[in-house]
């Protein structure tokens, strides 16, 4: 069964009980075994199994203990960070030039000569 947005929770649940006794089954270990391992009773397992509600930490629990975690990695993935927000994430503050403790310095500075006015046609 595909998981799509037109199943219900229930069948969403169930299909994962499905799917978490079929890895069981297929390491060939019993509820028993599988609830020692991920140290959870057997009752939570047979409630996964069955689809019955459970608290995520005992499904991420029988997960590693099937060594099956790493496939929430692809149920889950990571959102890419989008250029633009790498972008702002690496910029450097550009510091303001700060003037000398005299005002302008004497070598960029020229003195003004014969009383130049704005508009003042040569």
């Keep these: 069964m595909k998981f799509t947005n037109l199943l219900s929770d229930d069948a ?30 057997k009752r939570t397992v047979e409630r996964l199994e069955s689809g019955e509600p459970t608290q995520l930490a005992n499904l991420i629990r029988c997960l590693r203990a ?31 030039a700060r003037p000398s403790k005299g005002g302008a310095s004497s070598s960029t500075a020229a003195a003004p000569s014969e009383g130049w006015v704005w508009g003042d046609k040569k």
């Design 12 to 41: 969403v649940t169930e299909e994962l009980g499905r799917r978490i006794a079929a890895a069981r089954l297929e390491r060939q270990i019993t509820q028993a075994q599988l609830a020692d391992a991920a140290g959870v009773s």
């Design 66 to 96: 099937l060594d099956r975690l790493e496939n929430l990695e692809r149920f889950l993935a990571e959102t890419p960070i989008s250029p633009i927000e790498q972008l702002k994430g690496h910029r450097t503050r550009r510091r303001r």
